[in-house]
T-cell receptor, first 112, second 114 residues
Framework: LAKTTQPISMDSYEGQEVNITCSHN???????ITWYQQFPSQGPRFIIQ?????VTNEVASLFIPADRKSSTLSLPRVSLSDTAVYYC?????????????WGLGTSLAVNP | NAGVTQTPKFQVLKTGQSMTLQCAQD?????MSWYRQDPGMGLRLIHY???????DQGEVPNGYNVSRSTTEDFPLRLLSAAPSQTSVYFC?????????????FGPGTRLTVL
């Protein structure tokens, strides 16, 4: 099972771009990289998922280098409402095994 | 769709009591999981199910039982509550698919064991 390492906390200001990097050195060939967002007193919410190169959706971009040992979640022009904990997960549908390891996440604070 | 629902939202138990946390989903997802979240620990997988009648243990299964008699429901049973089980419990569901691990989470149950 691949473990991930990401910064414990980050600070930013409204309107800035925020990049959160996650290390996953022992990622397996069939593993995908997924990011979740969690607000206080709520369950995590899926943000974005990718396998390699770059993925973009309406809320974020995910950059994955060729060796796939790290990934970067990019949040364009953050607002106060983006203050949350962001989790990076690595895993995939290896047969029936859906065990994923959740780290501590990155607590992002967006300041006015 | 209501998505993933959990009841109750809050619960206080005394040591030794038993109870069942309810989880239901209306998205026809085959995969369902139970997690606990403690301060400074992140989410930890308790039990999971890949379909009705099939369950398996996660990272921290001791003290918990699960069953999956229908696709929609995945209750978590605490057999004899202990203070160490004070936590926030999340239920999640997802569809199988190559690499697709987008899980939908419920709002959580905050459990305190005295």
């Amino acid at each position: 099972l691949a473990k991930t390492t990401q910064p414990i906390s980050m600070d930013s200001y409204e309107g800035q771009e925020v990049n959160i990097t996650c290390s996953h050195n022992n990622i397996a060939t069939n593993d995908y990289i997924t990011w979740y967002q969690q607000f206080p007193s709520q369950g995590p919410r899926f943000i974005i998922q990718g396998y390699k190169t770059k993925v973009t959706n309406e809320v974020a971009s995910l950059f994955i280098p060729a060796d796939r040992k790290s990934s970067t979640l990019s949040l364009p022009r953050v607002s106060l409402s983006d203050t949350a904990v962001y989790y990076c997960l690595v895993g995939g549908n290896a047969g029936n095994n859906r065990k994923l390891i959740w780290g501590l996440g990155t607590s992002l604070a967006v300041n006015p | 769709n209501a998505g993933v629902t959990q009841t109750p939202k809050f619960q206080v138990l005394k040591t030794g009591q038993s109870m069942t946390l309810q989880c239901a989903q209306d998205m026809n997802h085959e995969y369902m999981s139970w997690y606990r979240q403690d301060p400074g620990m992140g989410l930890r997988l308790i039990h999971y199910s890949v379909g009705a009648g099939i369950t398996d243990q996660g990272e921290v299964p001791n003290g918990y039982n699960v069953s999956r008699s229908t696709t929609e429901d995945f209750p978590l049973r605490l057999l004899s509550a202990a203070p160490s089980q004070t936590s926030v419990y999340f239920c999640a569901s997802s569809s199988p698919g190559e690499g697709r691990i987008e899980q939908f989470f419920g709002p959580g149950t905050r459990l305190t064991v005295l």
